[in-house]
Structures are given as C-alpha cells and as structure tokens.
C-alpha cells in the first residue's frame, strides 16, 4: 500500500478535478454562497500524524456533525436516561422530516435526525441558560479539537433563524407532547447555534479520535468517554449519520460517519484514524456527494472499513 500522504494527495486531487459536484444547501441562505468547487480531506491517527489533501485547512459550517459532539455531551450528563427522549433505529426518512413524530408520540427515531438532535438539545439546556449551555457546547470541541480559536459563525446562524420553519415545526410538535421541555426558542437557539460552529477538515477529524480510540483521545491525554459509549455512538454513526442515505453510505464505505448539509462528513476508523471530508456540494439526501465519493476511494485503498478489506 503507498503511503497515506500520497493516498490523500491523489484522493484530492482527484476529487478537485471532478466536474460531478453535487449542489450547495439552498434553504439555508448563507450556505447557498458557499463555493462548490471546494474539496478538503484529512486523516489523524493516535500519534496525532496527518495526511492532508487540498483545502484541509478552510473552515466550513459543521451542521449535523455537530450532533455527534451533543450526543456525547447529553450521554455525559444523563446517561442512559436520554433514551427515553430518543430512539436508537434508522429512521428511512429525510434528515428535516417530521412524519414519524405523530405515529411514535414524539420521540424522534435516532439523535441524528433534525428532531432527534434538537431533542438531545433540549437536554444539554435544561437548567441552564442558553448562552452557558451553548459556551459548554463550544468549549467541548475546542477542547477535542485542540484549538480554543474555534468560533460559530454568526451570519449562519442568524440565517438559519430566519428560515427555520421546518426545524421549529418539529421542536413545537415535540414540545406538544412533552420530549421538549425548555422554551422552544431557547432549545432552538441553541441548536442553530451549534449547528453554525465553522471547523476545518483538520480540527474535525482531531476532534473525532476519541470515537477512533476507544473513548480515548489520544492527544488531549484524556479519557472523553468510556469505550463502551465510543463503542454504541459509532453504531449509531453507522445507522443513521447520513440519514436515509446510511445504507449506502455502510455499502460504499463501511465506517461509522456523520454528514452534516455544509458538506462535511466526519468518519471514524477504529483504532487506525479520525477522518474528515469536505465538499460543499450534496447528493439527493443531503449528504456531500464527492466526499462520500472519496471515503469510498480510502477504504479502498487502505482496506480500512470495519467489514473487512
Ligand atoms: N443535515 C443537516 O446538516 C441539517 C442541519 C441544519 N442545521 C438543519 O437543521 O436543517
């Protein structure tokens, strides 16, 4: 196997040349502004050793990646007790719908879905203010990333305020039958907001090596979680992080990922490395469709999905 500098080298490569692209999120307006043309992927394992390829380094709108970061939070404060507000199956249907709310008394199917995670929101706020709840959020992944220059981008969030019939729609229906249980203007709030935090390839996939270690993040010399909870949110990652696109996502590419609508996905390898790609541009189900596409081309060529070579 060449090694993995000139693997992610050539993926990127590769991948900026492609003219399939997918198209930007338009129903948030700021991400419509977001250039296309863009590709970033990098890989880190426990010695904190990365291979980088093209724009690894830009910062771009996390969005649901940062449901993994909650979950993890909301399972730190309550435990197992979260899931009496959320489920654990795949839920078939698009990341905004809200169909399934009414026949399953408002608890959302899964923490990856848009209900599920303002759920898991809903959590992290109780008995704080939105603004502390939302500082814990951002201090969490600053902390994981290595990097307290992490920031959320305004703009994004505000835009995504303004438009986010869908998203209210489903935190007032479960605020309907009780899973909600904080003002729906402050859970929301704090959801777009973390929605909104602006990471790099290189920062994401260093903030995602505890769920590739065991629980452990090797370079914060910390113990995040324990293994067995690392161990049940990449299962989670693997039924549901790409909605319901998570069954080809497990057919192509064999490893527990998250996407969120600003092109990222966030993919963990089990005890090899924490991988982060980025391109903006979505495939029908909102998943970044180069950077499925190029998660596809790495398990390939280092045998790395968790289904074998
Ligand atoms: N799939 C996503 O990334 C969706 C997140 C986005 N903030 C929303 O709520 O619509």
């Not at 997918?22 to 590709?39: K, M, N």
């Not at 990222?264 to 909102?286: E, M, T």
Request: hydrophobic share 45%; aromatic share 8%.
């Amino acid at each position: 196997m060449p090694d993995l500098d000139t693997i992610v080298k050539e993926i990127a490569d590769e991948m900026r040349a492609r003219p399939d692209r997918g198209a930007v999120a338009s129903y948030i307006p700021e991400l419509a502004r977001v250039d296309a043309g863009q590709f970033g992927l990098a890989v880190i394992d426990r010695e904190g050793r990365v291979a980088a390829g093209g724009e690894a380094d830009i910062s771009f709108s996390i969005q649901s990646i940062s449901k993994v970061f909650t979950l993890t939070l909301a399972l730190g404060m309550v435990g197992d007790r979260l899931w009496r507000k959320v489920g654990r199956e795949p839920s078939g249907s698009p990341f905004n719908s809200i169909v399934q709310l009414e026949r399953e008394q408002g608890i959302p199917r899964n923490p990856f879905i848009n209900a599920g995670a303002i759920a898991v929101t809903d959590v992290i706020l109780s008995g704080h203010q939105p603004r502390e709840a939302l500082g814990e959020i951002l201090r969490f992944m600053q902390f994981l990333a290595q990097d307290s220059g992490i920031a959320i981008d305004e703009t994004v969030a505000a835009s995504e305020k303004r438009t986010g019939f869908r998203n209210a729609a489903l935190a007032n229906y479960m605020r309907s039958f009780g899973v909600i249980e904080n003002p729906v203007d402050y859970t929301l709030g704090v959801y777009f907001h973390h929605c909104a935090i602006a990471m790099s390839c290189r920062q994401l996939a260093t903030a995602g090596l505890y769920l590739a270690y065991s629980g452990l993040h090797p370079l914060a010399g910390h113990t995040v979680i324990s293994a067995e909870r690392a161990r049940r949110i990449n299962a989670i990652m693997l039924t549901c992080g790409h909605y319901d696109g998570s069954g080809d996502f497990a057919y192509r590419v064999g490893l527990p990922g998250k996407s969120g609508v600003g092109g990222g996905i966030l993919a963990v390898a089990p005890g090899k490395a924490s991988i982060c790609v980025w391109s903006p541009g979505l495939d029908a189900a909102g998943n970044s469709h180069l950077g499925r596409i190029a998660l596809e081309m790495l398990v390939k060529r280092t045998g790395w999905s968790i289904f074998g070579v």
